[in-house]
């Protein structure tokens, strides 16, 4: 008997689910959805969309949904449908007893902008991201000759690369591209920086934070009118 008993627990505890489950099923068959009730994180960070605008989606799509039974609302297709919006990356759907469906919004996050060809953001998985009228994103804006691909394939590993690191987070505000070479615009001092081809960028970035921190911080921002870094194991200054 003791040896049966725990899997007469287990086929109880089993039945007890199925009934339980049985009767929320049938109680939100009979539950009007009574609102929506949306979430949409990082905004102090990025604004691209607001709860009503993701109202708005939704009521584009399927209309008032309001005393509509919450169980014939498809919770999948809301998400599928506000998944397509260009600036969200991914919509939770869910629906609580009290009838209110909740909707949990994650936002694209750019980290470079692209002032050609139009213009467009390349986001944190290294995708086009069109640009917004309602919101402009304060990252690094690259200018010049740049093609998708290379905004993508070449700049964009760069600029998450200057953005893991605080000291060049903080300093570079522009990038001019020139036939696949880089000019970097600090955001202190009246300088450009001849960076170069991106290849042996890693060396490059660290005889730059050397110069910056022991040379010329100490001679003045204003005392110099061009960093090249494209010389082999050496910089060449400019002076104004």
């Known amino acids: 008997m003791r040896k049966i008993r725990p899997y007469i627990l287990v086929v109880t505890l089993f039945v007890y689910l ?19 009730q949306v979430a949409v994180k990082d905004t102090a960070t990025n604004s691209f969309i607001d ?42 759907v869910y629906y609580s007893l009290d009838g209110y469906f909740h909707v949990e919004i994650t936002q694209r996050k750019p980290v470079l902008r692209i002032l050609s060809g139009g213009g467009y953001y390349v986001d944190e998985d290294g995708k086009i991201m069109p640009l ?3 919101y402009t994103s304060r990252v690094v804006v690259a200018t010049g000759d740049i093609s998708q691909k ?3 394939d070449k700049l964009y590993p760069f600029v998450r690369s200057l953005k893991k690191d605080e000291f060049w ?5 522009q990038i001019v591209v020139r036939n696949e070479e880089l000019i970097l615009i600090p955001k202190v001092g ?13 060396e490059k970035m660290e005889k730059l934070r050397l110069f910056l921190k022991e040379g010329i911080s100490r001679k003045g921002w204003n ?15 400019v002076k104004k």
């Open 132 to 134: 917004s009228r309602k």
């Open 150 to 152: 290379f905004a993508c």
């Open 190 to 202: 009246n300088f450009k920086i001849i960076f170069g081809k991106l290849e042996g960028q890693e």
């Open 18 to 36: 199925i009934i339980v489950l049985t009767f929320v099923s049938a109680r939100l068959g009979e539950v009007p959805c009574k609102g929506l």
């Open 169 to 173: 987070d903080a300093l570079i505000e």
């Open 51 to 92: 709860d009503m605008e993701v109202l708005k989606i939704v009521k584009r799509g399927y209309g008032d949904i309001v005393n509509t039974p919450v169980m014939h609302i498809d919770k999948d297709s809301v998400e599928r449908l506000l998944a397509r919006n260009s600036v969200i990356k991914s919509a939770q």
């Open 223 to 237: 005392k110099y009118k061009e960093v090249n870094l494209k010389f082999h194991k050496q910089i060449v200054c």
